[in-house]
């Protein structure tokens, strides 16, 4: 069965330092794979999405990158975080119709 | 770019009283989605449709893909404590790509 994993859980981090939150896939190749923004008691927002290893699209002018280096591995980056980057990272995957399943979210602090 | 206008933006409502929401578009989507989040966690996936008119079930919930393929509706029936969360509509087109709404907050009196 494909399960998705997101780590951290939760992360504080000072305003200025770096940013790496990973996800990944297992049980399924070549997934398409997407990071969410949540801001507290809001909708989702759609940062980046790729279907294939090395192809990231971007949704929103922002901080942050996204990576692929693996078929079912997806890295959200930032250099330089900003208080504004708070909020609660999801990562999802999905293949073909059908929707999206979500991993379990990482919550950003940024102090 | 698409949206989805969801409505209600939140509900309070009694245990056991049904609860209904429903996401309009002014565009057609291929497939409709309810998904329902608990507090710090991620989105899962409730009930998905895809085609027009379908009607589908899943225990107390209902759900509706409209005619039109611009709407859908989510039906609760006897509402308990742990429908508490927040419930989100999402379409998806021709890309593979979902439009979500921007949720429905529902609050359940005991």
């Known amino acids: 069965s494909q399960t998705i994993h997101q780590w951290p859980a939760t992360l504080v981090q000072p305003v200025g330092s770096p940013l790496s939150l990973e996800c990944t896939v297992e049980g399924t190749s070549n997934p398409n794979l997407y990071w969410y923004r949540q801001a507290a008691g809001r909708g989702l927002q759609l940062l980046f999405y790729?279907?294939?290893?090395?192809?990231i699209s971007s949704e929103v002018p922002q901080n942050l990158s996204a990576s692929r280096p693996q078929d079912r591995q997806f890295i959200l980056s930032s250099k330089k975080l900003l208080l504004s980057d708070s909020g609660f990272y999801l990562c999802?995957?999905?293949?073909?119709?059908?929707?999206?399943?979500f991993g379990s979210g990482t919550r950003l602090t940024v102090v | 770019g698409q949206q989805l206008n969801q409505s209600p933006q939140s509900m309070f409502i009694q245990e056991g009283e049904d609860v209904s929401m429903n996401c309009t578009s002014s565009s057609i989507f291929n497939t409709w989605l309810w998904y329902k989040q608990d507090p710090g966690e991620g989105p899962v996936l409730l009930i998905a449709?895809?085609?027009?008119?379908e009607l589908t079930s899943n225990g107390r919930l209902t759900a509706q893909f409209g005619i039109t393929r611009k709407d859908s509706f989510l039906n609760i029936s006897a509402s308990i404590p742990s429908d508490v969360g927040i419930y989100f509509c999402a379409g998806q087109g021709g890309a593979q790509k979902l439009v979500f709404g921007q949720g429905t907050r529902l609050t359940i009196n005991p």
């Open positions: 999802a995957w999905n293949q073909g119709a059908g929707g999206y399943t």
């Open positions: 790729s279907v294939g290893i090395g192809q």
């Open positions: 449709l895809y085609k027009a008119g």
